[in-house]
């Protein structure tokens, strides 16, 4: 399905929704510490704001898979080097908590720190996406 037999707005919205409940989640799991788990969810809420821009730039489902950079350069973003460096970290903060052969060294980096610092890039790259939108 593409084109006119979607509800474009509807899908964009989904996305929007579901990427603003999981921000609100990121935020519970960085205040109890759970900061690896918070990360994880950082890059839940900016892959759906993602799919949300892809959805609504090429009216279509978005495209499958979480590696953040790839579905960021199918669209028209212009991205700051930053921004493209984040969005290739971020990514990792996927696999790396998902797969137990990954968790124990990405445990040992998710100090409180280190997970501030990634929880303010979060930030700003969600509201810049939210601009986009």
Do not use: P
């Amino acid at each position: 399905m593409t084109g006119k037999s979607l509800n474009i707005d509807n899908i964009v919205n989904h996305w929007m929704e579901s990427s603003d409940k999981d921000y609100q989640t990121m935020l519970n799991l960085f205040s109890s510490s759970d900061y690896n788990w918070a990360l994880f969810l950082g890059h839940l809420v900016i892959e759906k704001l993602l799919k949300a821009l892809y959805v609504k730039q090429y009216e279509k489902h978005a495209i499958m898979g979480h590696d953040l950079l790839r579905l960021a350069s199918k669209m028209k973003l212009k991205l700051t080097e930053d921004q493209t460096d984040w969005l290739d970290r971020l990514t990792t903060f996927n696999i790396n908590t998902r797969y137990d052969s990954y968790k124990q060294e990405f445990n040992k980096l998710c100090t409180k720190e280190f997970a501030e610092e990634w929880k303010l890039k979060i930030e700003l790259l969600r509201k810049w996406l939210k601009e986009q939108l």
